[in-house]
Structures are given as C-alpha cells and as structure tokens.
C-alpha cells in the first residue's frame, strides 16, 4: 500500500521529466494559479460585460451566430471609473488610510520587534507567542470586540469617565479615530514578524564595533541596525499596506458613513446594486493600483542590485 502511494505521488515527477526541487516549487505555483490567476481572469472578463437582468447578471463577451464569433467590449464601467469624482475620492482615501495604517504600524511595531530580538532568548518565544496571540480568534470576533471599548457607552469611556478624566463620551465609533485603531491592532503582527525574523539575525559584533570607535547609540542604530532591517521594513509594510486597502469588515463595522474605502464600494456594487461588471471594474482597478507601483518597486530593487555588483 505504501509502495502504492509512493509511485503515485512520484508519478508527476516522472511523467514530465521534473527534478524533485521543481516539482517542490511547483506546487504553490499552482496553487496561486487555480486560486488567484483563474479568479483574477473571471473578473477581469466580467468587467468589460454589461449589465443585465437574469444568472449571471451580465452579458456574455463573446456569441457564435451564423458562423461568426461577436465579440463585444464594454469600456464604459472603466471609463465611468475614471470620470467620477466619487470612485477617484474612494481610492485617494483607501490609499491615505492604508499608508497612514502602516506608518503608524511601523512607528508601534519596530520597537515592539526591537525589543524582541534583543530580548533574553528564553523568552523570545513568549513575547512572539504575546503578538500572534491574536491570530488565535476570528478577525470578526476582534473588530466586534473594538465597537463594546469604543462606543460611547463602551469600556473606554466608561473608564475615563468613572476616573475623572472626562465627563462626556468621546465620540469614538464611527469614526475614522475608529477605524485606524482596528487597522493598527489587526495588521501590526504583521510587520512585526518579518522585522523581528531581519533583527534578531542581525551581525551584533558590527554593533560592537561601532561602539569601539566611538559611536553613540543612537548613530550606531540609525547608521546600522536601521539599514541591515531595511528589508524586514520593506516586507511589513507591503504586508500591511496591500490588504489595508482592500480592507471591508473594519470600515464597515467601526468607520462612520463617510469613510470610503474600496472595500465598502466593492460590496456595494457586487451584493447592493447586483452590479457585477461595475464591481468587477472596481476590483480590477484596485489590483492595478496596487501590483503597478510594486512592479516599479521590484525593478528598482533589481537594478539596484545589478549595480551594487
């Protein structure tokens, strides 16, 4: 039975002539390709049909009558994207909040994943169990648990006012205060997993050399630890700022009626207006607004390590 299994696994293998590390890699290609290429097309298809009343609630690109293949294109969802002031707003505000999010969560997380690397190593394990603690609860059940601290009658202002401090409710829920505090505590292990993976490896002898020629701490970490982490920075941010501004469930639960994110514009159109080819259009720009200046962002890199060599 084992011996059973065992070829078929290897069969791939040996039917297309790959190396073991290929077919390894391989997986995961695959994967992104049936679960994120594959999704990605059908929208992209979807976004250049019309719309109409029936399953599916658009019309097909393409029909075959008489012999002859009709191909039909409708651009006005992307051109309507590009004339409304109310989608360009929605992702000017997306972006903001998103790159706002990641700044505030590398100005916690750094010294958060400082601190960790440069902890006793018996209890590095403890302090990274503290940060993805979290992650052992649904994401829905922590936003929840925001809206009973912030509301006016919540344990936030129930605390400041029982000790003084105010004698009105701040107004918190719904709010775009709201709706970074839910961005920083649900997306800051995020950044401080892959800094920490970057500081805690970190040559310390350089340090220490650093400080035998006289540097001050605070030149020695702007001048070396700052810059050895630059590539834990570059990972965080990206792992905080791309799904920040796709984010839905927590301007929709904590952020007010103004806060437009694409998100929120995304469900609208897609389960509100039934409006497939629309919301497709949405997406669709997202992606593009995202994958477009990370594209740049990879050549840079890659060409400026070309010269450095």
Not at 125 to 139: D, E
Not at 165 to 180: D, K, R, S
Not at 228 to 243: E, M, Q, R, T
Not at 276 to 297: G, I, Y
Request: proline share 6%; hydrophobic share 55%; net charge neutral.
């Amino acid at each position: 039975m084992k011996r059973s299994i065992s070829s078929f696994a290897s069969w791939p293998v040996r039917r297309f002539n790959l190396t073991a590390r290929t077919a390894v890699v391989a997986g995961p290609f695959i994967w992104l390709l049936l679960f994120f290429l594959v999704p990605f097309l059908l929208v992209v298809k979807i976004s250049f049909a019309d719309l109409q009343l029936g399953i599916p609630p658009y019309t097909e690109l393409a029909k075959y009558t008489d012999g002859v293949v009709h191909v039909a294109l409708d651009l006005s969802h992307y051109a309507f994207l590009l004339t409304d002031s109310l989608y360009f707003a929605t992702y000017v505000n997306s972006v903001v909040v998103a790159a706002v999010s990641t700044l505030l969560c590398l100005l916690i997380g750094y010294p958060m994943a400082y601190y960790i690397a440069r902890s006793n190593p018996a209890s590095r394990n403890l302090l990274m169990m503290a940060v993805m603690l979290p992650f052992w609860t649904s994401f829905l059940i922590r936003v929840y648990a925001w809206i009973g601290i912030l509301k006016n009658n919540g344990l936030l202002n129930n605390f400041l006012m029982s000790t003084g401090l105010i004698h009105t409710p701040i107004e918190l829920y719904h709010t775009n205060t709201a709706v970074y505090i839910g961005m920083v505590y649900s997306y800051l292990p995020f950044l401080v997993m892959p800094l920490y993976a970057h500081l805690v490896k970190m040559d310390m002898t350089l340090l220490e050399a650093a400080y035998d020629l006289g540097a001050k701490p605070w030149r020695a970490f702007w001048q070396i630890t700052l810059p050895l982490s630059k590539n834990g920075i570059i990972a965080g941010c990206l792992l905080v700022f791309i799904p920040a501004v796709g984010e839905y469930v927590i301007p929709e639960l904590l952020g007010g009626a103004n806060t437009l994110m694409i998100g929120r514009v995304m469900w609208n159109e897609f389960f509100d207006n039934a409006d497939w080819p629309m919301a497709s259009a949405v997406t669709c720009a997202m992606v593009l607004l995202l994958l477009v200046p990370m594209a740049f962002f990879q050549y840079a890199q890659a060409k400026a390590m070309e010269e450095r060599r």
